[in-house]
């Protein structure tokens, strides 16, 4: 370490120095493995065949990785009585996030441009009002919204969860895309009112082109979110309108016959693998939605 | 266009009720499916509604129902073991790692990414991980039997009493990394003048962090146990996960005793008026944070 650095936790004196970077590596190294370990048993369990589970332990090697285990999870394995895999319940997932998430994002990106470019009366109470259903814990609205999805027709269907994610959505994607709009300057609007184009114009051409990355942040965000829903999902769809996470609870749990932990921990694999990808490869995005959901929580 | 000038005008018009349009449909939404939703909940827990709503007020008996009800202290019990470890540990292990990763690590990037990516997933399926790691008699028990700790016993999971710690164990693994991340950024935001300066004052490493780094942090954690707290009072999917709210009701929340109530025992009064002391708890942790960071914003 050169010895002009003072912002460190250390003051520069060589010997004492290199083994306090020694000790800062292993306990940040150590984390690493803490949190990398569920991750790391799940892969190594999913490529292990029955037998070697019962004689190896949790982190020895698969002897004969196999990838059947992840086969039968995805394509034969009995949820509840159904028996093939969890592939049907993917899909479910796919049907439900991708209408929730393109809705919430678009009216929360109206929303947002409306709240803070068109300001009228009244425009920082309503957001305000809406902002207050992102914290509210959904149990308070479990019981009548499964009333009305029923009354609506949607009970127990992969619609009726589209329309709970988007509604239930939209405080944060409002939330999200207002404090957007908020730092983009309003003389660009101004400019384009003078040009005489109008609202829809103004947010069609102007506005919407430059807030690429609220719309990527957000659509990671919610996607993240709606995919990995357990509550509304288990409260308002049954059996074969599951989406991935309830069908993930019900095999796991599931006690007929042998238990195949080698099956269960591929099913977990495949049920995180759409959300863990996103995360590699656009986890700048996902932290940011972290922030936001700061005050989402 | 012929005649500009009425075309621009009726535009304009247009411009002035457009926006309130636009937004209407979500404000009705919220309307109905947030404050709507609440009063019906709170009314139905007013009522004497079993398995049916019964629309006749009842009072409070449905409350009086609840705390009387030994299984719901054993989830506000709970709650608290679990709120006040969860939380405690988080930050604590969040603002070391910030620290320590704010040495200049030079694989600082990819630390913080695997540090951060549980949140990335669903309780569901870590749960399902940490139910397999800490399974008494194939999982830790056995690697540990197997390195040569014979004696090593480990059966939290299945243990009454300690079956809550074992929530909290995956809790902390799902959460801490946010926290780091939260006080990451903080630490990053703090002028390096200020730790130079205290640095020629001759503070070291400790008096630093301690008298100095951390108090200039205390927005960041507000807004860390604002978010640890909301996370803890809403947790349902980690304990379903983990140990489906067992041994019997060892690891019952107030957010699994409403769903069971709700949905497996249908007593709909009950079961509402759980939710709505869940929203009064949250509620008086929000509403003042909320208020207060509205307020600011606007100065």
Redesign the interface.
């Known amino acids: 370490m050169r010895r002009r650095?003072?912002?460190?936790?250390?003051?520069p004196k060589s010997a004492s120095n290199t083994f306090l970077r020694w000790l800062?590596?292993s306990?940040?190294g150590l984390?690493?493995l803490?949190?990398?370990?569920?991750?790391i048993?799940?892969v190594i369990?999913a490529l292990k065949p029955l037998d070697e589970?019962?004689t190896g332990?949790?982190?020895?090697l698969p002897q004969a990785p196999t990838l059947e285990p992840t086969f039968r999870a995805w394509g034969s394995a009995c949820v509840g009585v159904r028996c093939a895999g969890l592939s049907p319940y993917v899909l479910n997932s796919v049907m439900m996030v991708v209408p929730a998430v393109a809705i919430s994002t678009m009216?929360g990106a109206?929303?947002g441009y409306?709240?803070t470019k068109?300001r009228?009366r009244g425009?920082d109470l309503?957001f305000?009002?809406?902002?207050?259903?992102a914290?509210?814990?959904?149990?308070?609205?479990?019981?009548?919204?499964a009333?009305?999805l029923g009354v609506l027709g949607l009970a127990g269907s992969v619609w009726g969860l589209v329309l709970v994610h988007t509604?239930?959505g939209?405080?944060f994607t409002?939330l999200f895309f207002r404090n957007f709009f908020v730092g983009v300057s309003d003389g660009i609007v101004q400019a384009a009112k003078v040009d005489?184009a109008?609202?829809?114009g103004i947010f069609f051409r102007v506005v919407l082109p430059m807030s690429l990355p609220a719309i990527v942040v957000t659509v990671i965000w919610q996607f993240?979110q709606i995919?990995?829903?357990?509550?509304f999902g288990?409260?308002f769809t049954v059996g074969d309108s599951n989406p991935v996470?309830?069908a993930?609870?019900n095999l796991?749990?599931s006690s007929t016959g042998v238990k195949e932990?080698n099956v269960?921990?591929a099913?977990?694999?495949i049920?995180?693998v759409p959300?863990?990808i996103?995360?590699?490869f656009a986890?700048k995005y996902?932290?940011r939605g972290?922030?936001a959901?700061?005050?989402k929580? | 266009m012929a005649r500009?000038s009425v075309w621009?005008a009726r535009?304009r018009r247009?411009?002035?009720w457009?926006?309130?349009v636009?937004?209407a449909?979500?404000?009705a939404?919220?309307?109905f499916?947030?404050?709507?939703?609440?009063a019906?909940?709170v009314y139905?827990s007013f009522t004497g509604s079993r398995m049916m709503?019964n629309y006749d007020l009842a009072g409070l008996a449905q409350y009086e129902r609840l705390w009387n009800t030994p299984r719901w202290f054993v989830a506000l019990e709970n709650l608290f073991i679990f709120g006040v470890l969860f939380m405690v540990i988080c930050l604590v292990?969040g603002i070391v790692?910030a620290?320590?990763?704010?040495?200049?690590?030079r694989a600082e990037g990819v630390?913080r990414?695997?540090?951060?990516?549980?949140?990335?997933?669903?309780?569901?399926?870590?749960g399902?991980?940490?139910?397999?790691?800490l399974n008494p008699t194939?999982?830790?028990e056995?690697?540990m039997h197997?390195i040569g700790f014979t004696s090593f016993e480990f059966a939290w999971l299945v243990d009454r009493d300690m079956a809550i710690y074992t929530v909290v164990i995956a809790g902390v693994?799902q959460s801490s990394?946010?926290v780091m991340?939260?006080f990451l950024?903080g630490l990053r935001s703090i002028d390096?003048e200020i730790?130079?300066a205290a640095?020629?004052e001759g503070a070291?490493?400790w008096r630093t962090?301690v008298g100095i780094v951390l108090p200039m942090l205390r927005p960041v954690f507000l807004?860390?146990f604002?978010?640890l707290a909301?996370?803890a009072?809403?947790s349902?999917?980690l304990v379903?996960?983990l140990t489906?709210g067992g041994p019997g009701i060892a690891t019952d929340l107030?957010?699994t005793f409403?769903?069971s109530y709700?949905?497996q025992r249908s007593e709909?009064g009950l079961?509402?008026a759980?939710?709505?002391m869940?929203?009064i708890t949250?509620?008086a942790i929000?509403v003042p944070y909320?208020y207060s960071?509205?307020r600011s914003e606007r100065k």
């Open positions: 650095q003072t912002h460190g936790i250390v003051r800062l590596f306990i940040l984390f690493a803490y949190y990398l370990m569920p991750m048993v799940m369990t589970i019962r332990t949790l982190l020895s009216l109206i929303n409306a709240l068109w009228f425009a309503i305000g009002l809406m902002l207050f259903g914290f509210i814990p959904f149990q308070v609205v479990l019981l009548p919204m009333r009305t509604v239930y939209l405080a409002t005489g109008g609202f829809f993240t995919w990995n829903d357990f509550l288990i409260a996470t309830v993930l609870n796991v749990a932990y269960d921990m099913a977990a694999i049920a995180a959300t863990l996103v995360y590699i986890g996902f932290v972290l922030a959901g700061a005050v929580g | 500009p621009l535009v247009v411009d002035v457009l926006p309130k636009v937004v449909p979500s404000f939404a919220s309307l499916f947030v404050y709507g939703f609440i019906w909940t139905i709503p292990i790692l620290i320590l990763l704010d040495q200049r690590i630390l990414t695997i540090y951060l990516y549980p949140m990335a997933l669903s309780f569901i399926v870590t399902t991980a940490w139910k397999w790691i194939l999982g830790l056995k690697l197997d693994w990394g946010y991340a939260l950024a390096d730790i130079k640095a020629i070291g490493p962090y807004s860390a604002i978010v909301h996370l009072i809403k349902f999917d379903v996960a489906a107030p957010a409403m769903y709700a949905f709909l079961a509402a759980s939710a709505v869940m929203l949250i509620m929000i909320l960071e509205l």
